[in-house]
């Protein structure tokens, strides 16, 4: 059975891909594995996570409480690309975004968890959506913040770790833990 998404002009067949093949997921930018959908047209590179062919066309995130964060397809800007405004890197793939603010998330940056428990600490981090500034380093890769990203932090104990660095208790029991 085919489906239509709003983001691509051909229709979608529904598939099981392996992760080994390379084939990465058009809307979060992610290794695709499992079940997904996959352009039904021959030689269309276009494949989407299950999951992010069901994202929902608007979001409310505390990071942005002003307005309603829209899903797109692709980023509306010159180039094709955007610099997310949770994580700061540059991204290609679905955006969710405030129009009239030039607000910009990645849609996995939106779909963080607001409080965490894990291994790099023992109280819970809560997200934090705006840098701790210079001179402050994250507790498990000892890097600074630099200029903005998104951070969990422990009001507590003053501690804070990059949002790429956390680790859950669900993870790998072998990674090793700072804090």
């Known amino acids: 059975m085919l489906k239509q998404h709003f983001s691509h002009p051909h229709p979608l067949a529904a598939a099981t891909l392996v992760e080994d093949d390379g084939t990465l997921c058009s809307a979060c930018e992610f290794p695709l594995s499992g079940a997904a959908f996959k ?59 405030c129009p009239r603010c030039q607000f910009d998330l990645h849609i996995h940056c939106a779909a963080l968890p607001e409080t965490v428990v894990g291994k790099n600490h023992d109280h819970p981090l809560r997200l934090g959506f705006e840098s701790k500034g210079k001179g402050f380093c994250c507790g498990v890769c000892e890097e600074g913040f630099g200029n903005g990203g998104w951070v969990y932090y422990c009001g507590v104990c003053d501690f804070g770790v990059h949002v790429h660095c956390f680790v859950a208790d669900d993870e790998d029991e072998d990674e090793e833990i700072v804090g």
Do not use: N, Q, T
Not at 67 to 86: N, Q, R, T
């Open 39 to 97: 352009c039904s047209k021959p030689k269309c590179e276009f494949h989407l996570h299950d999951l992010c062919f069901a994202l929902p066309p608007e979001i409310h995130h505390p990071s942005h409480p002003k307005h309603p964060l829209i899903l797109a397809g692709s980023p509306p800007y010159v180039g094709g690309e955007f610099a997310c405004d949770g994580c700061g890197d540059v991204g290609s793939g679905f955006i969710y975004r």
